[in-house]
Nanobody, 127 residues
Framework: EVQLVESGGGSVQAGGSLTVSCTATGITFSSATLAWYRQYSTNECKMIALLERDGRISYPDSVKGRFTASQDNAKNTMSLQMSGLIPEDTAVYYC?????????????????????WGQGTQVTVSS
């Protein structure tokens, strides 16, 4: 069974920084595509960082230059460092992993074919 456990997050004032981390068991990160999502409606998630198997990492414009995702395949961990936070970044953040090469940019949180999810971590940014 695949399990992803998140830690970190919390509350910060605008302009501050937070990190969310994710540790996985039951899946080998080097053979999976990884992603960070955040919830933008009642139950819908949008990808904010894509970590591909070949090492490429990409971000949407909304977080590019402010967020940095990373992974450690030896430890099966991934992290999302967030800086320059703004109130619009307030959301529940999820780590996700899927065997193979593709993971969708928009998906219902906690769902999706063969996608394993973390439990979600609240990030709150106050103005």
């Amino acid at each position: 069974e695949v399990q992803l456990v998140e830690s970190g997050g919390g509350s910060v004032q605008a302009g501050g920084s937070l990190t969310v981390s994710c540790t996985a068991t039951g899946i080998t990160f080097s053979s999976a595509t990884l992603a960070w999502y955040r919830q933008y409606s009642t139950n819908e998630c949008k990808m904010i960082a894509l970590l591909e198997r070949d090492g490429r990492i990409s971000y949407p414009d909304s977080v590019k230059g402010r967020f940095t995702a990373s992974q450690d395949n030896a430890k099966n961990t991934m992290s999302l460092q967030m800086s320059g936070l703004i109130p619009e970044d307030t959301a529940v953040y999820y780590c996700a992993a899927k065997p193979g090469l593709q993971i969708p940019p928009f998906v219902y949180c906690g769902q999706g074919f063969e996608i394993s999810w973390g439990q979600g971590t609240q990030v709150t940014v106050s103005s």
